[in-house]
């Protein structure tokens, strides 16, 4: 099986409403997204279809005919507009927010019939480089990520082993007076679209627990002698990874945590999702 991916990117506003709510009840439940004069985004969106490579030509979808679609269903309709006064699906169900989670369901809905006999296999909408939603076509479930970016120092070594063979293992990773990262996490969550919000979770419950269990933790320190958790493990990416899952994941509930993605440095990164894979 192969999988093509193509990105576009359109330019929009919106905003988030109740429409029995007060202006304030809006607030007090979205924030500044609630502002009724909208705000807006550079979104950037990826299909990524699938299928088995067409013999004539070699191509999974001609990426002519894909741009077609992509142009007359998405930016025609999304460019340069007002997604709740201007886009018809939203603008005829005020209930519907067009939250990231919404708008990747509605693009697969209006993409996918289009597509000819390729399959659509992902829809990923970025709101911004930060914040993103993936859309598999599997009912109301969304998976939405969320980066963060924080800093710390730390120090490969092993008490496993003796100097010289820390030094061989880690070389200058085991220098004695340690080194540092911006660490960016990005943090996936998965769930049934919430029909009144439009999202999979509230953000202020996301960011409050980073703030708590993350920042608050691990931010600005040096990981092995700041941090209990690191007091006897290694602080590999590895280890971090899953001792900020053991750190996240239970504050989180009910809002099921798919996976962490570690980036040490902008040449690696290291998954975790958990014991169940
Ligand atoms: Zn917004
Ligand atoms: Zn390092």
Redesign the pocket.
Known sequence: MHYLTRQIAFEASHYYSVPELSDAENYALFGATANPNSHGHNYVLEATVKGRLNPEHGMVINITDLDRVLREEIVAYYDHKHINLQHPTFANNPHLQPTSENLAIQMWSALEPRLNGTILHRIRLYEDSTLFADYYGDGQMVYFTKVYEFSA????HSPQLNDAENREVFGK?NNFYG???NYVLEVTIKGEVNPRTGMVADLHCLDETMQRQVYGRFDHKHLNLDTPEFENLN?T?ENFVQVLWEAIEPSLKPIKLHRLRLR??PKNHFDYYGDEI
């Open positions: 120092s730390h120090r490969l990773c080194h540092g990262h602080p990416s040490e440095t």
